[in-house]
């Protein structure tokens, strides 16, 4: 059986390669989308991607993964430093999440060095651009062959 794998990004991350490139580079959705497909195609795991700029979307995508994918790689963006609701889902539907951030959070101003979602994840890829996509992808592909 072929094992699937939820990709989530949250507010703004629609946005990217348009504005800020400074910050999160010249990559769009799309780009990181394609990568993600190519990469998933390698590892033999089926690729979903969701986007929203709605925290209770996001939340309706994380319990709607349950029995229908196998990981959830979520970067939640500006959700990731204020939403409890976010991360009472990823605990409540019990899918093996990675949390992947462009850039290095902790680099950055203090109100982004606090998660709501890092307690509820298997782990966080942070700092890698776009690459960070495919180092989940690939940290899901361990977890599932435990
Ligand atoms: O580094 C990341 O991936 C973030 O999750 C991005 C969020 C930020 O709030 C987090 O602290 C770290 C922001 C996403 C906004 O993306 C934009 C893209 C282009 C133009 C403006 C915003």
Do not use: W
């Amino acid at each position: 059986m072929v094992n699937s794998v939820l990709v989530i990004n949250g507010p703004n991350l629609n946005l990217l390669g348009t504005r800020e490139p400074e910050i999160y580079g010249a990559t769009t959705l799309s780009d990181i989308e394609a990568i993600t497909r190519t990469h998933a195609e390698a590892l033999k795991l089926d690729v979903s991607f969701y986007q929203s700029n709605v925290e209770g979307e996001l939340v309706d995508a994380i319990q709607g993964a349950k029995g229908t994918y196998d990981g959830i790689i979520l970067n939640a963006a500006a959700y990731t430093h204020t939403s409890i609701a976010l991360m009472d889902a990823i605990k409540a539907t019990g899918v093996p999440t990675i949390e992947v951030h462009l850039s290095n959070v902790f680099a950055r101003e203090p109100f982004r060095h606090h998660s709501y979602i890092s307690p509820a994840a298997e782990g966080v890829i942070c700092g890698f651009g776009a690459q960070g996509y495919i180092l989940a992808l690939d940290a899901l592909a361990e977890i599932m062959k435990k």
